[in-house]
C-alpha cells in the first residue's frame, strides 16, 4: 500500500506569511493527490484536487503543486480563518490513503 | 444542491454490528463512487472503504476487510456500511463523501457525519 507523510505536523504562523505544507508519497502517484482543510466539529472540505486544481469556491491564495512523490499546499498569505487542520490524500483508482494532517496556527 | 445525510451511528458493544446509511440528493447518484471515511477522537482522516457508481467493484481498508461491507441501492439514492464484529478502536466519526468521477477519487461533498462508539 502506499503511504503519504505529511510535514510539519504542526505550524505558527502569523496572518500575511506565506506558508507550505508538504506531503510525500511512497511511490510514484502521478497527479492523484487532493488537499482538505479541516475545522474542529466539521467535515474536511476539499481545496485542491488532482494536485493543483483549485477547487470551485476556495480562495486563490490556496494553491498546490507537484507531481510523483512531492507534492506541496501554499498558502500565499495567511488569513485568521485559515486556522485548521489540512489533510493530504492519495485519490486513485481504489486507493485513498489520507497523510496524517498538519494543524495550522495563528500566532 | 448535492446533499449527503448520515445516519445509523450508536452506541454499542465490542463484537455487535451496525449498519449506517448515507442518504444522497442533489446528483445523479448512481454515476459516481461512494466512499467512507472516518476519524476517531482527536485523530487523523482514516479511508473505510469505496464503492463504484454501479456496485461492480469494492475496495477497503485492511483494518476493516473482512468485518465491513458497504453497499448502495442506486433505486434509493443510499450508500450503507454494514459494520460486523465491532472493536474499541472502531469509535469515531464516520463519513460519507461523493468522488468527483472521471477517475478522479477526490471528495468533493461530505456529509455530517455519524458517530460510532465500541464501548462495554
Known amino acids: 500500500d502506499i503511504q503519504m507523510t505529511q510535514s510539519p505536523s504542526t505550524l505558527s504562523a502569523f496572518v500575511g506569511d506565506r506558508v507550505t505544507i508538504t506531503c510525500r508519497a511512497s511511490?510514484?502517484?502521478?497527479?492523484?493527490l487532493a488537499w482538505y482543510q479541516q475545522k474542529p466539529g466539521k467535515a474536511p472540505k476539499l481545496l485542491i484536487y488532482?494536485?493543483?486544481n483549485l477547487e470551485s469556491g476556495v480562495p486563490s491564495r490556496f494553491s498546490g503543486s507537484g507531481s510523483g512523490t512531492e507534492f506541496t499546499l501554499t498558502i500565499s498569505s495567511l488569513q485568521p480563518d485559515d486556522s485548521a487542520t489540512y489533510f493530504c490524500?492519495?485519490?486513485?483508482?481504489?486507493?485513498?490513503?489520507f497523510g496524517q494532517g498538519t494543524k495550522v496556527e495563528i500566532k | 444542491e448535492v446533499q449527503l445525510l448520515e445516519s445509523g451511528g450508536d452506541l454499542v458493544q465490542p463484537g455487535e454490528s451496525l449498519r449506517l446509511a448515507c442518504a444522497a440528493s442533489?446528483?445523479?447518484?448512481?454515476?459516481?463512487?461512494m466512499t467512507w471515511v472516518r476519524q476517531a477522537p482527536g485523530k487523523g482522516l482514516e479511508w473505510v472503504s469505496v464503492?463504484?457508481?454501479?456496485?461492480?467493484?469494492?475496495h477497503y481498508a485492511d483494518s476493516v476487510k473482512g468485518r465491513f461491507t458497504t453497499s448502495r441501492d442506486n433505486s434509493k439514492n443510499t450508500l450503507y456500511l454494514e459494520m460486523n464484529y465491532l472493536r474499541a478502536e472502531d469509535t469515531a466519526v464516520y463519513y460519507c463523501?461523493?468522488?468527483?468521477?472521471?477517475?478522479?477519487?477526490?471528495?468533493?461533498?461530505w456529509g455530517q457525519g455519524t458517530l460510532v462508539t465500541v464501548s462495554s
Open positions: 463523501g461523493k468522488t468527483r468521477g472521471n477517475s478522479d477519487f477526490s471528495l468533493h461533498y
Open positions: 442533489g446528483f445523479t447518484f448512481r454515476s459516481y463512487a
Open positions: 464503492i463504484s457508481g454501479s456496485s461492480d467493484a469494492t
Open positions: 511511490q510514484s502517484i502521478s497527479s492523484w
Open positions: 488532482k494536485a493543483s
Open positions: 490524500q492519495h485519490c486513485d483508482y481504489f486507493s485513498e490513503t
